[in-house]
């Protein structure tokens, strides 16, 4: 799973045959769909969102707005999902896969080491508060920090630099992020990738109608502000055991 910054080289595991794979394992309400929106601009860009979705609902049956629909939209078969989808055909050079890190969740995780993978993290203090919004009972495994961290560590015992973005910085500064990133992926940077029109895309997921109101808003990225609203009190043990780990990920973002 090691990731490289030299795009030519043979070894790169973002290259499968002539097609460069890229993974973006965030957590909910990470501003993960703005920034599948950014690379959908992309003319050498084709995008795909969260292939694993349908596979964890089914393993798991964890209360989701829209599940039924979810688990009829998308296989359920995870090693099916990694042949046919994640290293099944793609008709650009470039494919980029918006994943949720917790859809992990009973995935073998060898095909990690054929793409590129980043870490989409943000701040827990602001992401619970608005996760208990569509999840009142939501829980640290709800996150993907867990599973983001281990993918942090697998990437560095293999030798690797991990590539983490964090979402305050990105709406902070778009433009430098979003360069950043591509200088660490061998990609030129196109300005396209700051704007895109509102509305639903044709890659939204099925799901999309319970969780894309706000994006689908939007036509970049917003300035960011800084929440508020306190954290429920409830959710104070969860934020405790997320933020060693958030700050774990904030040690490598561009």
């Not at 090691?2 to 501003?31: F, L």
């Not at 959908?40 to 979705?53: G, K, L, S």
């Not at 980029?96 to 995935?107: I, P, S, Y």
């Amino acid at each position: 799973m090691t990731n490289t910054n030299d795009a030519t080289s043979p070894a790169n595991p973002g290259t499968n045959g002539s097609v460069r794979r890229i993974q973006c394992w965030s957590g909910p309400r990470n501003i993960s769909t703005a920034l599948m929106y950014s690379w959908r601009q992309r003319a050498d860009t084709t995008v795909y969102d969260e292939p694993f979705y349908a596979h964890y609902l089914s393993l798991t049956g964890r209360d989701h707005p829209m599940f039924e629909t979810v688990v009829q939209s998308q296989s359920v078969d995870a090693q099916t999902v990694i042949d046919d989808v994640i290293l099944g055909p793609c008709p650009t050079p470039v494919f980029f896969m918006k994943q949720m890190a917790h859809h992990l969740l009973g995935v073998p995780r060898a095909f990690l080491g054929q793409t590129d993978n980043i870490l989409l993290t943000r701040n827990p203090q602001e992401m619970l508060t608005s996760l208990s919004v569509q999840l009142p009972d939501c829980g640290l495994s709800d996150t993907g920090l867990t599973e983001q961290v281990e993918l942090l560590e697998a990437i560095l015992g293999e030798g690797g630099t991990p590539l983490v973005i964090d979402s305050q910085r990105l709406l902070a500064d778009p433009p430098g992020v979003l360069r950043a990133t591509c200088d660490r992926l061998g990609l030129p940077f196109d300005e396209v990738m700051l704007h895109w029109p509102a509305g639903p895309k044709p890659e939204d997921g099925s799901w999309a109608p319970a969780w894309y109101h706000n994006v689908h808003q939007s036509t970049g990225f917003a300035p960011y502000r800084a929440k508020t609203d306190p954290v429920p009190e409830r959710l104070g043990p969860i934020l405790e055991q997320a933020m060693p780990l958030y700050d774990r990920l904030l040690d490598y973002a561009v």
